[in-house]
């Protein structure tokens, strides 16, 4: 079996196994082991990785990074979306779109300037 390079839900590089589709089909049993106790398997197809085994802890880790990455994502969505809707941020997007063109060049300048 050769090396691959895999991304771990830690977002290590590290090197998996590959296993050819053809002996995964003869030995599965033993490929399913080794996914579970040594980590990620590629397996392959004519040399090139087509799908990688991976146990249901590993799955597990990877869908819930996912999730909480979302969940932190939505988080920051929902304060910048409640810092939009005060009063103070009403007013000056009002301001903003009834502003003149020259107010808008003037602030825009002044912008440019810090």
Partial sequence: MRSLTFRNRFGELIDIQSVPATRLKNAFAGVL???VRGGPVAITKHDSAKAILISVDEFDALVNQR???LDA???QF???LARMQTTKSKKGMDSAFKASPRVLGRAAVKAARK
């Fill in 67 to 69: 999730a909480s990455s």
């Fill in 33 to 35: 082991d080794l996914a």
């Fill in 78 to 80: 929902d304060g910048l």
């Fill in 73 to 75: 994502l939505g988080a």
